[in-house]
Every structure is written in structure tokens, then in C-alpha cells.
């Protein structure tokens, strides 16, 4: 408390000295100290009320971590108030007339136009990475580089409005304002000037202008850069560029090359990812993280099929690697077994025959197979060239945002969240694997919800709202929704040979629902297996449980779950989890140190990758593919 009221006292002296040395006073003393009285009580106030302010805006976020019960306070409320104190005096001596402003009358060189231009350059940079990584990590919980290298060279079309928005009038609104008045600051013609007695001294000269621009735009440069390769974590883009790994080559069973056979009879396969969906949702009893159980709908339906957890009890699932931790690299990994890895010069995710056109997917395997494949959301699938990748890979019947208005389905100006909302995306469903069914071939059916994407969800007309947090609200509504549509497909005659995948196609990235959470719980994504093909619902405990996987596990053990016995239990470094084979994870260490050390390999250049994976290579042919 003394520390503190000193530092009021001393505030109001340092203003007072400035005072007096900058504008010569010659005071009584009595004057003085009223003159430093004054200071003392008008500045703190000011500055009191204006730190206020600033605790019940940014208080506790990454850009104003100090409190007011921190060491660090009495320092920072002395700059603060320090500042504004010399604000008081610049507007107090433009009232009194004591400084003013004048034109510069000089003529400028053309020389320093350009210098301003590259100031201008810098600055605009700066703000643009600073204000850019604060939006990023606030509204995404985090970006991985992979995915913020790969999102800046895909394409964004279908992205949901809510996001945009949030864009344009954050980093995009914030960087132009900073520009723009940066701008009127350097080409101002208006010099300023100080009255002392009968002497006038030009306190702020062009060349004076010229430094503090040089170092303000320097400054900010360097600083918004920084602040962006810190948390963005951009020193992982060197492994990813120039740190070769063998891992994935050591590891990777070539899917044109692997042995398979397929039942006489093929069975259909429903894959439901479901945006966002975790097991943290799940009450502390079931090995979530919830007072609530959220997605009780869902959790009862565990008992009925396969949940694959890492915990030794309770819910789980996979773990969160590098290149797997947004919605189109989670595709990608279940689909292919591998990690969606940055671009090389000469390869793309954005244009047609680019995405991965040396992999083989599922839906090229099923394809061979003559399964009839369709893939459905209420986005657009333009959205990170979704469509070029299952187009080229299995040509699904995409049957998206676009394909519902040109089908009719939904009007020509219809916009809901990212396209239309997920209560349509069911009834739509419904159609579509009737349809299926009535085409006597067996079928794959893809389809993504979007509800619970961040930021807190889409509340639709049908979304109940009993709780405070609209995030929590539409989980429970989403959860209960998924629920219902599984129960309808278990109603359905095809049900019987289909088996059905419901997973979390990543983490949610809604920060503020995660604030104040245990660092140490490990959040996994929520999934189940139905009715998959026989003998697997009785597989032993040890297989279901203790198991450290990723999203590539998926795609054998997918395969598996409708009867395809796969030679090696292994495709792309994806493993089966119905077999008896340890996961990559498993065999490179002991639970956390196995995942770490997987997620690590991720990271690096693999050539491999590039070469077979992002290059174009043989087709799947389907040579090694039998019957039983």
C-alpha cells in the first residue's frame, strides 16, 4: 500500500517538474505546490480511471497479463500515469496557446517520399502480423504453422460468414486504421512550436517527424513479426521445410501394395464426422471434463459399439498431432493414413488433380470396390479444395452448400452459418442414403456437421437454450441431434450390413469456452464404431482401452470395421485398432512420450511424402484386393 501511494506522489512530481523545466514557470512557492497538488490529484485520477477501463477490457488476456496485485503494477501504473500526464500538459498548452501548430513550409525531395512509402510499407506489415496473430489465437485457441501455411495457400470459398466478418472488422479494419493514420502523421505539413517568454522554438521539426517515424515503423515492424513467430511457433517452419525425416518412409504401408480382401457381401459404411465433438464435453465420471454430461445422447450409444480410448478407463480418444487439428487435414489423415504436410513449390491442395494426387484414399479402395459414394455438408466443398480431393479420389456424388441450391433443396439466397444449418444437413441425409440403399450397390457415405464450429456455435430456431453458455447450449443440442439421425439409420432395412463411424474431426478452437482449464487433461475427440462387422464389438479390453493413436489410425481400422482383413493390420502409418498391432504411437514410446515423439517426426521435411504422396504416382489398381 505505501509503494502505491508513493507512486502517486511521485507522479505528480514528475509531471510538475516537466512542467515547469518545459515551460519555464516562474512560480511562488505556494503556487508550486499547488501546482504539483493539482498534478498529483488530476493526473492519478485520469490515469486511475483510464487503467479501470483497461482491466475490464483486456484484464487477463495476453495483452495486459499484469493485475492489480502484481509486483509489476506500481511500475506500470506510474509509466501509464506518466503518460498521461504529458498528454495533459500538450492539450493544456495548446489551450493556453503556450505551443501551436504551424505548416512546414519546406519542399520535399522526392527521396523522402520514397522513405515514407517503405515506412508506410513497414508499418502497414507490422500491424497486419501483430493485429492478425492476436485474432488468430484468440478466435482459433491456437494455429499450428502447418495449418496457417496450408489455409493461406487453399482456397477459403464457403468459409462461414461469422468468421469473415470477424476478420474484416478485426486484423483487416485495425491494420488499414493504423496505416491510414500513420500516413496523416508522416505527411503532415504541420510543424509544432513552443512559446517560452519572448523566444519560439520549433519542439517537433520535420527531421524530429522523420526519427520518431523511422522508429515507430522499425519498431512495429519488428515487434508484430515477432509477436507472430512466437506464437504461431514459426520456427517449426524450418523442420517442416528443410529437417528431413525418414519416419513416415520407415512406417508407411503402401496401400497399392498391402494385400486386402473384402467379404463376398459389402457391407455399407456410414463415416459421420462431427465438428469439433470431444470427449471433454462428457461429464467428470465418464472421463470428461463437465459438472453436465453435454453429450449424453451420444455417450449412451458407447455401450452399444467400439470407442477406442488412450485413458485406462472411461472416455478418449485420438490425440491431436501435427497436421491433423482442422477439419480438412482430419479428413486427409482418416481418409489416407498419413498427415496433411505443407505444400511443396511445385504441389497444391487448391486446384484440380492437386490434392494428394499420390494418395490412396478410401474412397479410391471402395471405389474399386463398386461402392456408390457420396459426400454431404452444408458448406460449400470449394472450402480447402474439398472438392478436388474427394473428386479425384473415389468421385463422390459431392453434395454440398452449392448442390443443395441447384438441386432445389434449399432457395438461391439461402445463408445459414457456413451454408445451411445441420438440422437441414440430417433431413438431407435421410434422402440421400435412401437413395443409396435403392440403388442395390453397396455404398460409403461421408458427411460433416458444422454447428458446433467455432465461434460458440450456430443457435438455430430448434436449438434449446436452458444454459448460460451458448457454446455448451449448442453442443447438447448437436449431440442430441447426431443421436436421433443414428437411430433413424439403426430404423433403417440397410442397417444391417452398414456399420457406422461417428468421430470429432479435431479439437474445438473456441477459446473462450476453454478458458481456465486444466492444462494437464488431455482433450481427445469423441468416437464409436456401430455395429461393425462380426466378432468385432466383442474385441478384449486392452484393445479398446490404453491406446495411444491419431486420426490416421482411422482408415485401416474403418476398413476393418466392415470386414476387410488388411495384410500387416497397416495402411500409410494409420494401424488397425481392432487388431492386435501397437500404433505408431504405441511402438515409438509409453503413452505421452510416444504421442510427443510421433507428433515431433510429423513435423519434419519427409521426401517421402513429397515424392509419393503430394507427386503424382501410379493409380490404385486394385491388384492385391481379393474376396473371401
Same mark, same amino acid.
Given at each position: 500500500?505505501f509503494?502505491?501511494?508513493?507512486?502517486?506522489?511521485?507522479?505528480g512530481?514528475?509531471?510538475?517538474?516537466i512542467?515547469?523545466?518545459?515551460?519555464?514557470?516562474?512560480?511562488?512557492?505556494?503556487?508550486?505546490?499547488?501546482?504539483?497538488?493539482?498534478?498529483?490529484?488530476?493526473?492519478?485520477?485520469?490515469?486511475?480511471?483510464?487503467?479501470?477501463i483497461a482491466?475490464r477490457?483486456?484484464?487477463?488476456?495476453?495483452?495486459?497479463?499484469?493485475?492489480?496485485?502484481?509486483?509489476k503494477?506500481?511500475?506500470?501504473?506510474?509509466?501509464?500515469s506518466?503518460?498521461?500526464?504529458?498528454?495533459?500538459?500538450?492539450?493544456?498548452?495548446?489551450l493556453?496557446?503556450?505551443?501551436?501548430?504551424?505548416?512546414?513550409?519546406n519542399?520535399?525531395k522526392?527521396?523522402?517520399v520514397?522513405f515514407?512509402?517503405?515506412?508506410?510499407?513497414?508499418?502497414?506489415?507490422?500491424t497486419a502480423?501483430?493485429?492478425?496473430?492476436?485474432?488468430?489465437?484468440?478466435?482459433?485457441?491456437?494455429?499450428?504453422?502447418?495449418?496457417?501455411?496450408?489455409?493461406l495457400?487453399?482456397?477459403?470459398e464457403?468459409?462461414?460468414?461469422?468468421?469473415m466478418n470477424?476478420?474484416?472488422?478485426?486484423?483487416?479494419?485495425h491494420?488499414i486504421?493504423?496505416?491510414?493514420?500513420?500516413i496523416?502523421?508522416?505527411?503532415?505539413?504541420?510543424?509544432?512550436?513552443?512559446?517560452?517568454?519572448?523566444?519560439?522554438?520549433?519542439?517537433?521539426?520535420?527531421?524530429?517527424r522523420?526519427?520518431?517515424?523511422?522508429?515507430?515503423?522499425?519498431?512495429?515492424?519488428?515487434?508484430?513479426?515477432?509477436?507472430?513467430?512466437?506464437?504461431f511457433?514459426?520456427?517449426?517452419?524450418?523442420?517442416?521445410?528443410?529437417?528431413?525425416?525418414?519416419?513416415?518412409?520407415?512406417?508407411?504401408?503402401?496401400?497399392?501394395?498391402?494385400?486386402?480382401?473384402?467379404?463376398?457381401?459389402?457391407?455399407?459404411?456410414?463415416?459421420?464426422?462431427?465438428?469439433?465433438?470431444?470427449n471433454?464435453?462428457?461429464?467428470?465420471?465418464?472421463g470428461g471434463?463437465?459438472?453436465?454430461?453435454?453429450?449424453?445422447?451420444?455417450t449412451?450409444?458407447?455401450?452399444?459399439g467400439?470407442?477406442?480410448?488412450?485413458?485406462?478407463?472411461?472416455l478418449?480418444?485420438?490425440?491431436?498431432?501435427q497436421?491433423?487439428?482442422?477439419?480438412?487435414?482430419?479428413?486427409?489423415n482418416?481418409?489416407?493414413?498419413?498427415?496433411?504436410?505443407?505444400?511443396?513449390? *511445385?504441389?497444391? &491442395?487448391?486446384?484440380?488433380?492437386?490434392f %494428394?494426387? $499420390?494418395?490412396?484414399?478410401?474412397? !479410391?479402395i471402395?471405389?474399386?470396390q463398386?461402392y456408390?459414394?457420396?459426400?454431404?455438408?452444408?458448406?460449400?466443398?470449394?472450402?480447402?479444395?474439398?472438392?478436388?480431393?474427394?473428386?479425384?479420389h473415389?468421385?463422390f456424388?459431392?453434395?454440398?452448400?452449392?448442390?443443395?441450391?441447384?438441386?432445389?433443396w434449399?432457395?438461391?439466397?439461402y445463408k445459414?452459418?457456413?451454408?445451411?444449418e445441420?438440422?437441414?444437413?440430417?433431413?438431407?441425409?435421410?434422402?440421400?442414403?435412401?437413395?443409396?440403399?435403392?440403388?442395390g450397390?453397396p455404398?460409403?457415405?461421408?458427411m460433416?456437421?458444422?454447428?458446433?464450429?467455432?465461434?460458440?456455435?450456430?443457435?438455430?430456431?430448434?436449438?434449446?437454450?436452458p444454459?448460460?453458455?451458448?457454446?455448451?447450449?449448442?453442443i447438447?443440442?448437436?449431440?442430441?441431434?447426431?443421436?436421433?439421425?443414428?437411430?433413424?439409420?439403426?430404423? *433403417?432395412?440397410f &442397417?444391417?450390413?452398414?456399420?457406422?463411424? %461417428?468421430? $470429432?474431426?479435431h479439437?474445438?478452437? !473456441?477459446k473462450?469456452?476453454?478458458?481456465?482449464?486444466?492444462?494437464n487433461?488431455?482433450?481427445?475427440?469423441?468416437?464409436?464404431?456401430?455395429?461393425?462387422?462380426?466378432?468385432?464389438?466383442?474385441?478384449?479390453?486392452?484393445?479398446?482401452?490404453n491406446?495411444?493413436?491419431?486420426?490416421?489410425?482411422?482408415?485401416?481400422?474403418?476398413?476393418?470395421?466392415?470386414?476387410?482383413?488388411?495384410d500387416?493390420?497397416?495402411?500409410?502409418?494409420?494401424?488397425?485398432?481392432?487388431s492386435?498391432?501397437?500404433?505408431?504411437?504405441?511402438?515409438?514410446?509409453?503413452?505421452?512420450?510416444?504421442w510427443?515423439?510421433?507428433?515431433?517426426?510429423?513435423?519434419y521435411?519427409?521426401?517421402?511424402?513429397?515424392?509419393?504422396?503430394?507427386?503424382?504416382?501410379?493409380?490404385?489398381?486394385?491388384?492385391?484386393?481379393?474376396?473371401?
Open positions: 500500500m509503494i502505491f501511494v508513493a507512486s502517486l506522489f511521485l507522479v512530481l514528475i509531471i510538475g517538474l512542467d515547469i523545466l518545459v515551460f519555464k514557470r516562474k512560480e511562488s512557492l505556494k503556487e508550486t505546490i499547488c501546482l504539483f497538488l493539482s498534478y498529483t490529484i488530476g493526473v492519478n485520477l485520469l490515469s486511475m480511471f483510464l487503467v479501470d482491466f477490457i483486456v484484464a487477463q488476456t495476453m495483452l495486459f497479463p499484469i493485475n492489480g496485485h502484481s509486483d503494477f506500481p511500475f506500470l501504473y506510474v509509466v501509464v506518466i503518460l498521461v500526464g504529458i498528454v495533459w500538459l500538450f492539450v493544456n498548452a495548446i493556453e496557446q503556450k505551443m501551436y501548430f504551424d505548416k512546414d513550409r519542399q520535399r522526392k527521396s523522402n520514397i515514407n512509402i517503405i515506412l508506410i510499407l513497414l508499418i502497414a506489415f507490422g502480423a501483430f493485429t492478425g496473430t492476436v485474432w488468430g489465437m484468440e478466435s482459433f485457441n491456437g494455429v499450428d504453422p502447418d495449418q496457417l501455411i496450408i489455409n495457400t487453399s482456397p477459403t464457403g468459409t462461414s460468414e461469422e468468421v470477424a476478420f474484416w472488422s478485426g486484423p483487416f479494419l491494420t486504421s493504423v496505416t491510414f493514420l500513420f496523416v502523421f508522416i505527411f503532415s505539413k504541420r510543424l509544432l512550436f513552443l512559446r517560452r517568454s519572448e523566444k519560439t522554438i520549433c519542439v517537433f521539426s520535420v527531421r524530429i522523420r526519427g520518431i517515424s523511422f522508429i515507430l515503423a522499425l519498431g512495429v515492424f519488428l515487434g508484430g513479426i515477432a509477436y507472430g513467430v512466437k506464437e511457433q514459426l520456427f517449426t517452419l524450418y523442420d517442416m521445410y528443410f529437417t528431413e525425416s525418414s519416419f513416415i518412409a520407415d512406417n508407411f504401408a503402401n496401400p497399392r501394395e498391402v494385400k486386402m480382401q473384402f467379404p463376398k457381401k459389402k457391407r455399407n459404411l456410414i463415416h459421420i464426422y462431427l465438428e469439433s465433438m470431444e471433454t464435453y462428457a461429464s467428470k465420471d465418464l471434463y463437465m459438472d453436465e454430461n453435454l453429450i449424453a445422447p451420444l449412451d450409444l458407447v455401450d452399444e467400439v470407442s477406442f480410448s488412450q485413458s485406462e478407463r472411461g478418449g480418444g485420438p490425440i491431436a498431432t497436421g491433423c487439428v482442422w477439419s480438412v487435414a482430419s479428413m486427409v482418416m481418409t489416407t493414413g498419413v498427415p496433411m504436410k505443407v505444400p511443396s513449390a *511445385q504441389n497444391t &491442395y487448391g486446384t484440380s488433380g492437386s %494428394l494426387p $499420390g494418395a490412396v484414399t478410401i474412397g !479410391d471402395l471405389g474399386a463398386g456408390e459414394q457420396t459426400l454431404m455438408f452444408g458448406a460449400s466443398a470449394g472450402f480447402g479444395g474439398l472438392n478436388y480431393f474427394y473428386e479425384s473415389g468421385k456424388n459431392i453434395l454440398d452448400y452449392d448442390a443443395a441450391k441447384k438441386n432445389g434449399i432457395p438461391q439466397d445459414e452459418w457456413w451454408g445451411y445441420d438440422d437441414k444437413l440430417f433431413e438431407f441425409a435421410k434422402r440421400e442414403l435412401t437413395r443409396l440403399d435403392e440403388t450397390k455404398f460409403y457415405f461421408v460433416e456437421t458444422a454447428d458446433t464450429h467455432f465461434p460458440d456455435g450456430y443457435v438455430g430456431k430448434n436449438t434449446p437454450t444454459r448460460e453458455s451458448q457454446y455448451a447450449n449448442v447438447a443440442y448437436s449431440a442430441s441431434e447426431v443421436s436421433k439421425f443414428v437411430r433413424w439409420i439403426q430404423d *433403417q432395412p &442397417y444391417e450390413n452398414t456399420t457406422i463411424v %461417428l468421430i $470429432g474431426d479439437l474445438s478452437m !473456441d473462450k469456452f476453454f478458458a481456465g482449464f486444466d492444462e487433461y488431455v482433450r481427445t475427440t469423441f468416437n464409436l464404431i456401430l455395429n461393425p462387422a462380426d466378432g468385432l464389438n466383442d474385441i478384449p479390453q486392452d484393445r479398446r482401452f491406446r495411444w493413436w491419431f486420426n490416421g489410425d482411422m482408415f485401416p481400422t474403418m476398413l476393418a470395421s466392415i470386414g476387410v482383413k488388411i500387416g493390420e497397416r495402411l500409410g502409418v494409420g494401424t488397425n485398432l481392432f492386435e498391432r501397437p500404433t505408431i504411437m504405441e511402438e515409438n514410446g509409453n503413452g505421452v512420450d510416444g510427443k515423439y510421433v507428433d515431433k517426426e510429423f513435423s521435411r519427409s521426401d517421402y511424402y513429397i515424392e509419393n504422396i503430394l507427386s503424382e504416382n501410379e493409380p490404385f489398381d486394385n491388384k492385391n484386393v481379393t474376396e473371401y
